[in-house]
């Protein structure tokens, strides 16, 4: 079984900088793609980015040059750096893994960009 737990979340303003973290717990981490979704308040869950086991990322076209996916397979953890936030970024943020099959969710972190 699979548990993930998003941290990193908080209120920062305008043009500001957080960075997620998602712990995955198992030994399955390294084998599968990672992603982060996001949703706020009356809004679908979207896609922000995602990252295979090998490094590939893709993000969404809002996002591309201010958010950046990585991962450490050692720390079984991915991360999301975020940056030049805006008051759209406002959303629970969930961190995915991507099982055949399946996918895990974690329980998320509120991100909230407000002056």
């Known amino acids: 079984q699979v548990q993930l737990v998003e941290s990193g979340g908080g209120l920062v303003q305008p043009g500001g900088s957080l960075r997620l973290s998602c712990a995955a717990s198992?030994?399955?981490?390294?084998?599968?793609?990672m992603g982060w979704y996001r949703q706020a308040p009356g809004q679908q869950r979207e896609l922000v980015a995602t990252?295979?086991?090998?490094?590939?990322?893709n993000y969404a076209d809002s996002v591309k040059g201010r958010f950046t996916i990585s991962r450490d397979n050692a720390k079984n953890t991915v991360y999301l750096q975020m940056n030049s936030l805006k008051p759209e970024d406002t959303a629970v943020y969930y961190c995915?893994?991507?099982?055949?099959?399946?996918?895990?969710w974690g329980q998320g972190t509120q991100v909230t960009v407000s002056s």
């Open positions: 995915n893994l991507d099982a055949p099959g399946r996918g895990y």
């Open positions: 198992g030994s399955i981490f390294r084998f599968y793609r």
């Open positions: 990252i295979t086991s090998g490094g590939i990322t």
